[in-house]
């Protein structure tokens, strides 16, 4: 009988069949009562243990009540905002002067939080944010790119710290993350995983961004969930809007599908770290705003943040740091650059708070905002000053120990802020961005790289509007503060594992206090060296070396300390260490103490050293490889899981099969617009192309077009040597006959790209050559791309890296 027969036949018996045709006997009858489980510091909630049934007919037995966790009835939607790499003086809602209507609109209805801090570098404030405890309990004491083999910094959250957003997913919240993810250890990012540390095996349902430190934010390197996409073919394409909308429609589908439901939203835009990347419209905005320079506009700042009360009415202007010239003393070119530099970045943040508003306002048109509890963290540290005293057209400059003068980057005026370009700006900016105070990103001792604005707008649960809230708080406090306004115990173990306690302290108790005794009264800071300790009101730290420094100040333990009253001294103006030798002594016993306690110690100062897997102890898919084969379709293989050519002779085989019509692509690139290299078939023709750094491309090609059938194509480089990013010698082979040669005069050193990763029939991202367009896919078959280090053996690969590493140090301290 076939099945439309028997539905058929069932639909007629049922219909036929009298409703008081079940005897008695038959009736349902009540299920053995079954506890659920109501203890909720067990993760996941263990689903109850029901008795076997002894009933033969279902029509005669009740099931038992379904199991199903689900949030608290009270429990709110939860929204981080996480804005990268901007300052304490650089939002508007804190007195900068960045328009940012969304953050203020929140503010107005909401708590703004003047004393508010994080850790002064990405990773680290990310990992403590999404987890509640200090960023070296989660291994996280720097990067990912610069973890080492000693606890504290290996870059692997251990599973005794699990994620809030796996607190919450077990909770019965949906949880979804967007935009930046630099939590990944960065050799677990390929296809062979391991997979722990991704996002979506970090609590989260949905992931929709890049994982690393940055992004090009015309043509991004994207993951869905654990799936390497494309952007749209999208002439307009930005990330910063990509991501809003893949956002919108994610809450639009869970309030609409399970409407309630609770959500748990981090929303984290690669901007405003560089690459600084917005549309010309959103800088001509701000066309001729910052002609008066960088201190001019400290004093602006000061001003309005007086006006807003972000800052007391006492606040004077820390001084600047001494590198930082003064914009009276600058060339008139310096001035029209710099000024420059300032208007793409603020038109960057206004248009950034602007695509967060549509994410905002898409959370109201489901009737759940009042519901929804946001913070809106205005930086995860400081204000980068990272791009140095001139800023960059194209950050791999600084990265490959390149310098770049004024000349060099106004020759590219017009572009900044497009996709021609990969811009930072000068770091008079970062200081300026961070007023009142002296330093930036990285110094981990001073409020100027700590100490960020945040909004927190929850109307069903704060009652107070537009009101100031000036208790000490940390990054950490966020996590706890979530449990608790969404009525959720802190677990003691998940998924099998016995919980790190959470080191944080729940900030709920200001919401409708505004002179509420502080929490949280000791706090460490520590960053590359730079360190420091809060207790009650004081601060006392060092700064070993500056974000624009190669070299550290002094020996670890010679480093000199400055005393802060925070109390009287909102801006660290005032150094106390001379006046009040012991208390200073205190305090740094304080911090050695909690060292001790939170991982912190052994101190690492090391700087291009941490780079090189092989000088730190972190792992490396390529040790001890001389040799690597890729296949067709491999793509986004990035720096740290790819054979580094860098400054050796190498070999690139291709072993491929032409089509009767010819063929054109890409066989194998690494890299892109800013710095790589290509080899690819153009008019049939095989092209080598090594692009210096986005400035001098330089290209070795046949003049003949291969023929119809089977090919070994293979590209060899001869080293000049003497040194790191020296020239050399490249030859073109097919079929072992040599067909061109050419000189390749300058190459990169030390990286190409950190997001633009190798692929194999296909050029993803930005063309490493503008003789093609993106993709340039292969036409052919290959069947296979080997690349091989010829000046290297298998045994000697680590040592060499380590001799290569000490030459790049060495040369930048020179400079």
């Not at 292969?778 to 045994?795: L, P, Y």
Request: charged share 20%.
């Amino acid at each position: 009988m076939t099945l439309p027969s028997i539905t058929l036949t069932l639909s007629l018996i049922l219909m036929l069949t009298p409703l008081t045709a079940t005897p008695v006997a038959a009736q349902a009858v009540a299920p053995e009562r079954v506890v659920l489980p109501t203890d909720r510091t067990v993760l996941p909630l263990p689903e109850p243990a029901y008795p076997h049934s002894t009933t033969f007919d279902a029509r005669n037995a009740a099931p038992p009540p379904r199991f199903e966790v689900k949030a608290p009835a009270t429990a709110p939607n939860v929204l981080i905002v996480l804005i990268d790499d901007m300052g304490f003086g650089q939002s508007s809602a804190f007195g900068g002067p960045i328009k940012m209507p969304t953050v203020e609109r929140l503010a107005n209805n909401g708590l703004r939080y003047n004393h508010f801090h994080t850790t002064a570098l990405c990773s680290p404030t990310r990992a403590a944010l999404l987890s509640g405890r200090n960023h070296h309990v989660n291994n996280m004491g720097s990067i990912t790119e610069t973890a080492t083999a000693f606890p504290g910094q290996t870059g692997q959250r251990p599973n005794s710290v699990a994620p809030l957003a796996e607190m919450l997913r077990l909770n019965g919240y949906s949880t979804a993350a967007f935009g930046k993810s630099h939590e990944t250890a960065a050799w677990e990012v390929s296809p062979s995983g391991p997979t722990d540390r991704w996002p979506t095996r970090s609590g989260f349902d949905k992931f929709y961004g890049f994982i690393g430190g940055e992004t090009n934010q015309w043509a991004p390197l994207l993951y869905d969930g654990m799936n390497q996409v494309e952007p749209p073919n999208d002439a307009n394409y930005h990330f910063m809007t990509d991501m809003t909308n893949q956002a919108i429609r994610w809450v639009q589908y869970q309030k609409s599908l399970t409407p309630d439901k609770p959500f748990f939203i981090y929303f984290a835009p690669g901007a405003t770290h560089a690459p600084h990347h917005v549309p010309k419209s959103w800088i001509a905005k701000y066309k001729g705003k910052f002609d008066q320079g960088w201190d001019a506009l400290r004093e602006q700042t000061l001003t309005r943040q007086k006006r807003l009360g972000v800052v007391p009415p006492e606040t004077k202007l820390a001084p600047n740091p001494a590198a930082i010239k003064n914009w009276a003393a600058l060339s008139p070119d310096e001035k029209k650059l710099f000024a420059r530099q300032m208007e793409v970045f603020a038109g960057f943040g206004e248009y950034t708070d602007t695509e967060i508003g549509r994410l905002i306002n898409a959370i109201g048109d489901t009737g759940q905002l009042d519901n929804t509890l946001i913070f809106y963290i205005v930086g995860d540290n400081g204000a980068s000053a990272e791009g140095g005293m001139s800023g960059l057209f194209n950050e791999y400059t600084y990265f490959n120990q390149v310098h770049e003068t004024v000349q060099d980057i106004l020759k590219h005026y017009d572009e900044l802020g497009g996709p021609t370009t990969y811009p930072h700006y000068a770091a008079g900016w970062a200081v300026a961005g961070d007023t009142p105070f002296t330093w930036t990103k990285q110094i981990a001792s001073s409020y100027g790289g700590t100490r960020n604005g945040m909004v927190v707008h929850w109307p069903k649960g704060i009652k107070a509007k537009g009101e100031l809230r000036s208790q000490w708080h940390h990054v950490i406090d966020i996590a706890p503060t979530i449990l608790e306004s969404a009525g959720l115990p802190e677990p003691k173990s998940v998924n099998g594992t016995v919980q790190t306690p959470i080191e944080g302290v729940s900030l709920a108790y200001t919401f409708a206090d505004a002179k509420a005794p502080n929490r949280h009264t000791i706090q460490y800071f520590e960053i590359f060296g730079n360190r420091a300790i809060y207790h009650d009101g004081w601060l006392a730290g060092t700064v070993h070396r500056a974000a624009w420094e190669f070299k550290v100040r002094r020996p670890l333990e010679e480093d000199i300390w400055e005393l802060y009253d925070t109390q009287s001294d909102f801006s660290l103006s005032n150094d106390l260490a001379a006046k009040n030798p012991e208390k200073l002594k205190e305090m740094q016993a304080l911090f050695l103490k909690e060292a001790v306690k939170y991982s912190v110690l052994p101190l690492d100062d090391r700087l291009t050293e941490r780079f090189v897997a092989a000088l730190v102890g972190r792992p490396d898919l390529m040790a001890g490889r001389t040799s690597l084969t890729v296949y067709d379709g491999m793509t986004g293989m990035t720096e740290n899981v790819f054979l580094n050519l860098k400054n050796h002779s190498h070999v690139i085989t291709a072993d491929v099969e032409i089509p009767k019509n010819g063929a054109n692509g890409v066989l194998l690139t690494q890299g892109g617009r800013f710095g790589g290299w290509s080899l690819y078939l153009k008019d049939g023709k095989p092209t080598y192309t090594y692009n210096w750094l986005g400035l001098q491309r330089y290209a070795v090609a046949a003049t003949q077009a291969l023929p119809p059938g089977k090919a070994t194509i293979r590209f060899e480089f001869a080293y000049d040597g003497g040194g790191l990013g020296k020239g050399g010698k490249g030859t073109l082979f097919v079929n072992g006959k040599q067909v061109a040669t050419g000189r390749i005069e300058r190459t990169q050193c030390c990286v190409f790209s950190a997001d633009e990763g190798a692929d194999v029939g296909i050029d993803e991202g930005t063309p490493v050559t503008e003789a093609y367009k993106v993709p340039f896919k292969f036409t052919g078959k290959i069947a296979r791309v080997t690349v091989e280090m010829k000046d290297v053996k298998a045994a000697d690969r680590n040592e060499t890296e380590k001799v290569h590493t000490t030459s790049v140090l060495k040369k930048a301290l020179a400079d």
